[in-house]
């Protein structure tokens, strides 16, 4: 019998990869109102879908989860649950991002928020074998200091459960070039980064994050735009992390055939596969590769590379 396929995940936000029966339950343990009875009523509030104009409105989607990650034990089972789900997915290494600052609403500080998560990632590595990593994200449009801070937490417990760090939230708002300092940082402490960087903004801000020292992409589909730019990535292997359906509900595509992946993949840049956003965007990594060969052509070759990369770029060698 042939080995199912094992499969890596990159690029994944937890508060946007929560289950509804999860959100719905704790809710109503910790006593929120979400305005909703069940599953089926939260769902539309939680995915975005072609209708979605931008990445702005997008990033809508989070503020439902985002409050049932207030307290240790959302955060700790939010944790668990992912690494759970991932594990029957047959997902072997994944790597998952989460921005510490945004779960300090109801008290807790940002280090209990990354001791919590890393609890329920060991647990779930315990239980599931997936091997799962946490990547801290800075936010832009963050206070400077609460950045500051998670990547010196970042720092802390490199190694300790979180592999590296991330720049996430409103690109088309708040340019790369204004998280100079915290990157800088970053760089000092050995914490290797990615950035989310030319999804809502143009090929100089993904010139800004591989100024900054980011060693991977988050998405960089406008670097297509930039022959320089694509040769430039091939040459000093930056991995791009690839997300096809949220790039199409972000409309950093407008079509699936004017996808860019074919074209990164012909000039030898490491380009991989991810989910982003497992409830957002109605997705997982399994789904992305499906929906690829059928509206994409993919071929077993390609996808064959695909799976190659996503293991070459990871930040924790096996
Ligand atoms: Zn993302």
């Given at each position: 019998?042939?080995?199912?396929?094992?499969?890596?995940?990159?690029?994944?936000?937890?508060?946007?990869?929560?289950?509804?029966?999860?959100?719905?339950?704790?809710?109503?343990?910790?006593?929120?109102?979400?305005?909703?009875?069940?599953?089926?009523?939260?769902?539309?509030?939680?995915?975005?879908?072609?209708?979605?104009?931008?990445?702005?409105?997008?990033?809508?989607?989070?503020?439902?989860?985002?409050?049932?990650?207030?307290?240790?034990?959302?955060?700790e089972?939010a944790a668990y649950?992912l690494?759970?789900?991932?594990?029957?997915?047959?997902?072997?290494?994944?790597?998952?991002?989460?921005?510490?600052?945004?779960?300090?609403?109801?008290?807790?500080?940002?280090?209990?928020?990354?001791?919590?998560v890393?609890?329920g990632l060991?647990?779930?590595?315990?239980?599931?074998?997936?091997?799962?990593?946490?990547?801290?994200?800075?936010?832009?449009?963050?206070?400077?200091?609460?950045?500051?801070?998670?990547?010196?937490?970042?720092?802390?417990?490199?190694?300790?459960?979180?592999?590296?760090?991330?720049?996430?939230?409103?690109?088309?708002?708040?340019?790369?070039?204004?998280?100079?300092?915290?990157?800088?940082?970053?760089?000092?402490?050995?914490?290797?980064?990615?950035?989310?960087?030319?999804?809502?903004?143009?090929?100089?801000?993904?010139?800004?994050?591989?100024?900054?020292?980011?060693?991977?992409?988050?998405?960089?589909?406008?670097?297509?735009?930039?022959?320089?730019?694509?040769?430039?990535?091939?040459?000093?292997?930056?991995?791009?992390?690839?997300?096809?359906?949220?790039?199409?509900?972000?409309?950093?595509?407008?079509?699936?055939?004017?996808?860019?992946?074919?074209?990164?993949?012909?000039?030898?840049?490491?380009?991989?596969?991810?989910?982003?956003?497992?409830?957002?965007?109605?997705?997982?990594?399994?789904?992305?590769?499906?929906?690829?060969?059928?509206?994409?052509?993919?071929?077993?070759?390609?996808?064959?590379?695909?799976?190659?990369?996503?293991?070459?770029?990871?930040?924790?060698?096996?």
């Amino acid at each position: 019998m042939r080995k199912s396929e094992e499969y890596v995940d990159l690029h994944l936000h937890l508060d946007g990869s929560l289950s509804p029966e999860f959100i719905l339950e704790r809710a109503e343990r910790e006593g929120i109102d979400l305005g909703v009875k069940s599953a089926a009523d939260l769902c539309p509030l939680l995915t975005a879908n072609q209708e979605t104009a931008s990445l702005n409105e997008y990033l809508q989607c989070f503020e439902i989860p985002l409050q049932v990650l207030q307290s240790a034990e959302g955060l700790e089972g939010a944790a668990y649950d992912l690494v759970r789900r991932l594990s029957a997915l047959n997902i072997t290494y994944s790597e998952i991002r989460y921005a510490p600052g945004l779960h300090t609403r109801a008290g807790l500080s940002q280090e209990e928020a990354v001791e919590t998560v890393n609890a329920g990632l060991q647990k779930g590595v315990k239980d599931f074998g997936v091997k799962s990593y946490a990547i801290l994200c800075c936010m832009r449009g963050g206070e400077a200091w609460q950045n500051m801070e998670t990547i010196e937490l970042a720092g802390k417990y490199l190694g300790k459960g979180v592999a590296g760090a991330d720049l996430a939230g409103a690109e088309a708002l708040y340019g790369t070039e204004l998280y100079q300092d915290v990157f800088t940082r970053a760089r000092e402490l050995g914490v290797p980064f990615t950035i989310h960087a030319g999804e809502a903004a143009g090929p100089e801000s993904i010139r800004k994050a591989l100024a900054l020292g980011a060693s991977r992409i988050g998405h960089g589909i406008a670097a297509v735009l930039d022959e320089d730019l694509m040769e430039e990535l091939a040459r000093r292997e930056i991995p791009l992390e690839m997300c096809p359906l949220s790039n199409l509900q972000t409309k950093a595509v407008k079509d699936i055939k004017e996808y860019p992946l074919r074209t990164f993949l012909e000039k030898g840049i490491i380009v991989t596969v991810n989910s982003d956003n497992m409830t957002v965007s109605g997705t997982d990594v399994v789904n992305e590769f499906c929906f690829l060969e059928e509206q994409y052509g993919l071929t077993k070759q390609e996808k064959e590379m695909l799976m190659k990369n996503g293991k070459k770029a990871a930040y924790v060698a096996d």
